[in-house]
């Protein structure tokens, strides 16, 4: 069987680029190349592109690691730039004919497949789930592992403050990111980063940070610069996205890019993966098909820590101190600042029974400032710039209670899995699949309401919390190897070979 997996961005990324998305995809290839009976290939775009503007055309990898270089290939110059944000509003993210010409030219020349699996749709028209109509016994899956069919800014999250409930026909979009990109500017800064990285120049070296960051600083500048002129003799107007609420009003743009997505899933996927019975439920509400919606729980090379750890008893005297864990990002709609907020404000004699580990990429200095003060309030707190897999041990050694605070609908975090899978219990929002790693309602607190998250912390340490009932009622982990027993029977399946509006 021959398998090509795509995603965004190469799983192998010098820059660290993808999230959980891009773990999981290193997973399943290094799970694979323990099958004889498995061929992967890996496919991204949406990154790299050429200083002249040139048709999209794809190539093995030229930049990053030279591991897995015969199967790791890439889209130059696709239509839409990746990650989404950087193409919102873009109609390519749709259709456009060059790109999928290039995707399908793509297939022709190194297949034949068996199966293609979208683990996202980012940095390809979305026109390319077509392929089925040139090859009708391909099967065609797609993991959503976030909501990019849905929402252009990919996480229902509108204006990097609140979860989005209602788009309102479209015209929420619109004035959704706070602030326009300027696509060509972006695409030529993605055009100098791959230029520096082909020849050898790594991303994280000196040199790379002087050349492309002085270019693209420059480049701002000049871009300002004329808008400014061009404002001053007025030739132009403003192409803020609250400008143009009005008129996406009357066009809906953003309503019809839902709606066609929508139509390509449903048309042309065999199956979709959701992460989460959360996910699920989300895609369904967007219309998805149920008969194509599968919840399938990604596995994790963590889960055999879950046959060597054991609960441990949560500290519930009044004079013991419990330790929290947050690990992630220091994002809003993450909750980490919801997090700090909700310790700042709690009692002084319950804040010294609160001990803070946080291992989380370095913030700016006022949120560090901030970090170092509430850790004067609380009984401590120790902070770790990022993790690492040779250092996650000792991390997660340290914690008693994991915090996974979300304040949009996450689909399921990676660093609550690897929590889990240590056997250490989790307090949730209400947001998000990570709660349905327990299934404990008792552990669950309304997402950004800081009432609700002291009164699930105060039960925690009144030892009011069934933990026994917690880790029964628990799901485990799901390994790798249980996880590709699940792809294979999925992969295994007969395609649909007349696509579903030819039948209706």
Not at 73 to 97: K, R, T, W
Request: with cysteine.
């Amino acid at each position: 069987m021959r398998v090509l997996y795509y995603n965004w961005v190469d799983y192998l990324d010098d820059e660290n680029r993808g999230g959980g998305v891009s773990q999981y995809q290193r997973n399943i290839l290094n799970e694979l190349d323990q099958q004889e009976q498995v061929e992967a290939v890996f496919l991204s775009a949406g990154i790299s592109y050429d200083l002249k503007i040139a048709p999209p055309r794809w190539e093995k990898i030229r930049h990053g690691p030279s591991r897995d270089r015969n199967r790791r290939y890439e889209i130059v110059n696709s239509a839409v730039l990746s990650p989404a944000h950087f193409s919102f509003g873009s109609a390519a993210q749709i259709d456009d004919a060059a790109t999928q010409d290039c995707f399908f030219d793509f297939i022709a020349k190194t297949g034949p497949y068996d199966v293609v699996h979208f683990n996202n749709l980012e940095g390809l028209p979305a026109r390319v789930l077509a392929l089925k109509l040139r090859w009708p016994n391909i099967r065609v899956v797609l993991s959503l592992h976030n909501y990019y069919p849905f929402c252009p800014q990919v996480n229902l999250w509108f204006q990097e403050r609140e979860t989005c409930i209602d788009f309102k026909g479209g015209t929420r979009c619109a004035a959704c990111l706070p602030h326009a990109h300027n696509q060509k500017q972006l695409r030529l800064a993605q055009a100098l980063a791959y230029r520096l990285k082909a020849a050898g120049v790594h991303p994280k070296s000196l040199m790379f940070k002087l050349l492309f960051q002085t270019s693209v600083r420059v480049g701002r500048r000049l871009t300002m610069g004329l808008k400014s002129l061009r404002n001053l003799w007025g030739g132009a107007k403003s192409q803020h996205p609250e400008a143009v609420e009005g008129r996406s009003s009357r066009q809906n743009p953003f309503q019809t890019r839902r709606a066609e997505m929508v139509s390509l899933i449903n048309e042309h996927c065999d199956e979709v993966l959701a992460v989460s019975d959360f996910t699920a439920g989300i895609a369904r509400g967007f219309g998805l098909r149920s008969d194509l919606l599968q919840t399938s729980y990604i596995g994790t090379a963590h889960a055999a820590f879950y046959e060597t750890t054991s609960p441990r008893d949560l500290p519930s005297q009044e004079d013991q101190v419990i330790t929290l864990g947050y690990l992630g990002y220091m994002r809003r709609d993450k909750g980490f600042f919801f997090l700090l907020k909700a310790l700042k404000a709690l009692p002084s004699p319950l804040a010294k029974r609160i001990r803070l580990v946080v291992a989380a990429g370095r913030g700016d200095a006022a949120t560090m400032a901030e970090l170092t003060a509430l850790g004067k309030q609380l009984a401590g707190m120790d902070y770790y710039d990022g993790y690492t897999h040779d250092n996650l041990p000792q991390i997660l050694s340290q914690i008693d209670l994991g915090i996974i605070p979300v304040l949009w609908n996450d689909n399921l975090p990676q660093v609550a899995i690897e929590m889990h899978a240590n056997h250490i219990p989790l307090l949730t929002s209400d947001l998000g699949g990570a709660q349905e790693l327990s299934n404990c309602a008792d552990m669950v607190f309304r997402a950004g309401d800081i009432a609700s998250f002291q009164a699930r912390l105060q039960a925690v340490l009144a030892g009011e919390i069934d933990m026994e009932s917690y880790w029964a009622g628990a799901r485990a982990p799901s390994s790798m190897a249980e996880h590709l027993a699940v792809l294979s029977h999925v992969y295994a399946a007969p395609a649909e070979t007349v696509p579903r509006a030819a039948q209706s």
